[in-house]
């Protein structure tokens, strides 16, 4: 399996002949990514929620590769009334979970607001998602609360992609402690240095988590890849 970081909240997690990519924001609206919609060809998209910085290229990229979309009921709704009745699109609420032929993916919750660029409003969510034998939580956009913890009460942890810019979400010292509530071996941060309110120093966040907990910290450049 492979993690390639693609900048703010987009990732593309790669199994098998699977390519899931999550909340695509990229090139040329994301300034620090270093692919854009037509450089991604997913087998599925999952997206945590409506804002722009999390769903630019949703439309574009599914409809060029024929991805399924999957979101909270709301935000899918609008994501099918763009792509049409025959476009795979699934639409779970809060603790619902999609079952794929590479694995599943369950929507958590996270502590954000969201409405999209149409004016939808929707409930921003995190998720977890099992896929080439590891369990990752994308937390999404979120503060710190203290449910963070239950998502690995079910199913352990192995890896949680956590938001450390703060501004819009958590900061880093915030996600210091929201690592220890997720439990996970490893850590990989994002949502941050994107644009100037979200500039954050991964290195002192890395130092920090692995001065408190057990977990590693893997930071990753826009482009880079991960393979556990």
Known sequence: M??????????????????????????????????????????????????????????????????????????????????????????????????????????????????????????PAGIVINIGGQTIYHLGDTALFSDLALPGKRTPIDIALVCIGGHYTMDRHDAVEAVKLIGAKTIIPCHYNTFPPIKADAQAFKADVERETDATVVVLEPGETYTP
Do not use: C, M
């Open 2 to 123: 492979d993690i390639r970081f693609l900048g703010q909240s987009a990732f593309e997690i790669s199994a098998g002949d699977a390519r899931v990519l999550t909340d695509p924001f990229l090139a040329p609206y994301n300034p620090v990514a270093t692919v854009g919609a037509d450089d991604v060809n997913p087998t599925d998209i999952l997206v945590t929620h409506g804002h722009q910085d999390h769903t630019a290229h949703v439309i574009p990229i599914a409809q060029r590769t024929g991805a399924s979309v999957a979101a909270l009921v709301e935000l899918a709704g609008e994501f099918s009334d763009d792509l049409g009745d025959d476009h795979p699109v699934f639409d779970p609420n809060l603790g619902g979970t999609i079952e794929y032929r590479w694995g599943w993916a369950r929507w958590v919750p996270a502590w954000h607001t969201s409405t999209t660029p149409k004016g939808t409003v929707n409930t």
